[in-house]
């Protein structure tokens, strides 16, 4: 049996390429509303996106203002009117038309599939994530998925991970690894809940000298190793060897 029996993973970032969707439904909401989509001005829009999101994880603001507000400062950056709300749920939906994936994920998830219970853990929006997740393969392979929306706390909160083992029916910790792209909301989440945790480090980052996680990788390869034992190892590529996972174990 696999040395994890069951992976909490992050959607944004480490399975899903967030950064090529946003991209492409950035530039759509912008021709869209007759605006400039340079460099620079997507540039500016990251900068108020990301420190929108690291208040979110602090709990300082709400989503649903978030979401609205970040086109309201951009429209305020770039000294345009127009209409923020409107704005937002024109690129929410192009958003949820862009489901791609980083690489080799869809197989890799299949593997995991097959020794490790997996479970979807995200911050994102919920008609977004759920949307993509069905669009890209992934959601068939998934045994719960978890969207702070739905539950009223955000990673890193303990809360949302102890919400997301119980509906899993999961009492032995010790057996469980949140995977995630973010220091932040992935590894500190998994810590904060008393978990393991792995860094999808995809870009190669520096790891952080205090606190880090229990595993870093930065391919799926890299985790097999991690979550299977040797003989799951050389089973991979074969099918139906669906694990026997005890909910108690």
Known sequence: MAY????????????????????????????????????EVEHTYHTIN???????????????????????ELLAALGATGDAARMNAFYLDRLS????????????????????????VTNGVEH??????KESGLGEYMDGVFISECIGVEKPNRRFFETALRSLGIENRDKVLVVGNS???DVKGGQNAGLDTCWFNWEGKESPAENGPTHTVRSWEELYAIVMEPDELENVGQTRRKHQFEQGG
């Open 50 to 72: 990301k420190g929108l999101w690291a208040a979110l994880e602090k709990g300082q603001i709400k989503r649903e203002k978030l979401v609205v507000r970040r086109f309201e």
């Open 128 to 133: 977004v994530q759920e949307k993509r997740l």
């Open 183 to 185: 220091l932040t909301a």
């Open 4 to 39: 994890y029996h069951c992976l909490l993973l992050d959607v944004d970032g480490t399975m899903m390429d967030f950064a090529a969707a946003e991209h492409k439904a950035f530039h759509e909401t912008m021709s869209e509303f007759g605006l400039p989509a340079t460099d």
């Open 97 to 120: 038309e862009h489901p791609d994936l980083m690489p080799g994920t869809l197989e890799a998830v299949k593997e995991l599939s097959e020794v490790a219970t997996l479970a979807v």
